[in-house]
Nanobody, 119 residues
Framework: QVQLVESGGGLVQAGGSLRLSCAASGSIFSFDAMGWYRQAPGKQRERVSVFSSGGVTNYADSVKGRFTISRGNAKNTVYLQMNSLKPEDTAVYYC?????????????WGQGTQVTVSS
């Protein structure tokens, strides 16, 4: 049973920083991609940043230049360094991991961690 556990959320003032961590357990395989999504109240879940195999990263336009995603040395870990936080970054942040096979894709989600940015 694969589980993703996020940590690092909290309350921070605008302009501050937070670092989110996600660790996956229960998988003997490395994931092809790991990333972060967020969902603000009343809005759809949106992709924040994804780190794919081969070191390819992408970011939502709204966080480019402020957020940095990285994979950990430990297998199946991913981090999101968030700097210059804005009130509009307030959301529940979810870790996501994907493994691709010829038969199907395996898609996993964490429970989410709350990030609140006060103005």
């Amino acid at each position: 049973q694969v589980q993703l556990v996020e940590s690092g959320g909290g309350l921070v003032q605008a302009g501050g920083s937070l670092r989110l961590s996600c660790a996956a357990s229960g998988s003997i395989f490395s994931f092809d991609a790991m990333g972060w999504y967020r969902q603000a109240p009343g809005k759809q879940r949106e992709r924040v940043s994804v780190f794919s195999s081969g070191g390819v990263t992408n970011y939502a336009d709204s966080v480019k230049g402020r957020f940095t995603i990285s994979r950990g040395n430990a297998k199946n870990t991913v981090y999101l360094q968030m700097n210059s936080l804005k009130p509009e970054d307030t959301a529940v942040y979810y870790c996501n991991a994907v493994r691709y096979t010829t038969l199907r894709n395996y898609d996993y989600w964490g429970q989410g961690t709350q990030v609140t940015v006060s103005s």
